[in-house]
């Protein structure tokens, strides 16, 4: 984040000198000066600041209209400013300073002390501000890679089902070929029907395994795909395991939808939803079993619903599962559907909710949907 912004707002060019010495003297920050509302608006707009210290009396727009003008501006409203005064000392003022918003009043000749106190209070929540935003985007970053960690057994498990089927195709066609070369069956026309049927068998496990080796890749690229291809992308990798349990899969897609991120990663939510509602169906006993998703676009969102007839939970946990290290399985580590909100929000600039429906969860997904299908 860089050292502590100071903007010094004050119309007399010897009070703003005299101000930087005494900062300067005692912290280790940057400081931005400016003798007018105007000038200030401008720093503000362009540089980052932590604090104000603003002069009341001052030329055109007072300290008091500035900062009227400033808490009604979203981008700056929440930058906290200390009046500094020379000519105003008396309650009424000091009351009208702290109503409109400021969060100290101190009055000239100035007790260095006291304002140095006052500058290394904020300072240090700055600071420790930071450090708290730091540990959080490390906390989420290693939830992240826990999770993937953590599923990376189960992924083994669906991708050795999803290659299953092309070996023992291939092992069929081995048996074949052996067979009908000892009936002497073995003509141009058959090796070249072997040969294209093999490549196809061969070519859908690379893709497979191409797949998976990207679905871990944590430098994925941004790229506009396709939604519903990587819909059926992630179907496709829980193929084995959605057949294995009898489940149903409904889908009402709008085919001309597109998105901008990481494909890989988007295929990844679904994974995880449908996932966890197979294990839902498996772990309840669920005899007919339905998923159902729908894509659509609403008001110039992507609009995506992923459902189940799982049975639900209880509404007061449905905020819950949203949440790290929460799970209702048996065997769960609680990290997947926190690492579907945390994709969602911080990599899709998404929204993501989830309710019980009359059979199970819901879950609604929102996306800026990529409207210029000209740019390359």
């Not at 149903?248 to 709008?254: G, P």
């Amino acid at each position: 984040m860089g050292k502590f912004n100071v903007l010094i707002v004050d119309d007399i060019e010897e009070n703003i000198y005299s101000l930087r010495l005494l900062i300067e003297d005692n912290f280790d920050l940057n400081i931005f000066t400016a003798t007018s509302a105007n000038d200030a608006m401008n720093t503000l707009l362009n540089k980052r600041i932590d604090l104000i210290l603003m002069d009341i009396q001052m030329p055109e727009v007072d300290g008091f209209e500035f900062t009227l003008y400033l808490k009604d501006l979203e981008i700056v409203k929440d930058i906290p400013i200390i009046f500094i005064t020379g000519i105003y000392n008396n309650e009424e003022y000091k009351s009208k300073a702290y109503e409109i918003g400021g969060i100290e009043y101190i009055t000239k000749p100035i007790d260095n002390n006291l304002l140095i106190s006052k500058l290394k209070v904020y300072i240090d929540i700055y600071e420790n501000l930071n450090k708290s935003k730091e540990d959080l985007i490390k906390t989420e970053s290693l939830l992240v890679h826990n999770s993937k960690m953590a599923t990376l057994g189960e992924m083994i498990g669906i991708i050795s089902h999803q290659l299953k089927q092309p070996l023992n195709v291939l092992s069929l066609y081995c048996d074949c070929v052996e067979y009908s070369y000892k009936e002497g069956d073995v003509d141009d026309k058959y090796v070249e029907e072997f040969s294209i049927n093999t490549k196809s068998q061969i070519n859908y496990m690379n893709e497979t395994i191409n797949g998976f080796l990207d679905f871990y890749n944590p430098n994925k690229k941004k790229e506009i795909f396709n939604i519903t291809e990587a819909i059926y992308f992630a179907l496709d990798i829980l193929k084995s395991k959605i057949t294995m349990n009898n489940i149903k899969v409904n889908l009402e897609l709008d085919e001309t939808l597109e998105i901008s991120g990481a494909k890989m990663e988007f295929a990844q939510v679904v994974i995880n939803i449908v996932n966890n509602a197979i294990d839902a169906f498996i772990e309840r006993d669920i005899i007919e079993k339905d998923v159902h998703i729908k894509l659509f676009e609403k008001n110039s969102k992507v609009v995506l619903f992923i459902e189940d007839n799982a049975g639900g939970i209880e509404n007061k946990n449905l905020e819950k599962i949203l949440e790290p290290y929460y799970t209702t399985k048996v065997n769960g580590t609680g990290i997947g559907l926190y690492m579907v909100k945390l994709i969602v929000k911080n990599n899709f600039n998404g929204e993501l909710k989830v309710m019980n429906n009359q059979k199970g969860l819901k879950f609604i997904i929102l996306f800026d949907l990529y409207q210029n299908k000209n740019l390359v």
